[in-house]
């Protein structure tokens, strides 16, 4: 097996869903959304992406936050603790 991935169905009035998986040191991340429900879900898996970044910098003992590269409006969508 090269890959996995989290597949999460949506039944009845479910319309996100969200699943982590950790295999063979990759962890990944699998978001399914009602698109009509959610018309902005690419700003929730930025902010996704972004958290883990900034948990995994704090793993290693540095701050992502402070990396001139890190853009605080991509991730937090131009609001939120940093926007």
Known sequence: MLEVFP???????????VG???YAGTFTIGITA?????PD???FAASVRGELDAL???ARGTSILTRP???HARVSGGYGRDG
């Open 7 to 17: 597949v999460l169905p949506l039944i009845g009035s479910v319309s996100l869903g």
């Open 20 to 22: 982590a998986l950790s």
């Open 34 to 38: 009602d698109r009509a429900a959610y």
């Open 41 to 43: 879900l690419e700003v």
């Open 56 to 58: 995994a910098a704090s």
């Open 69 to 71: 590269d890190f853009d």
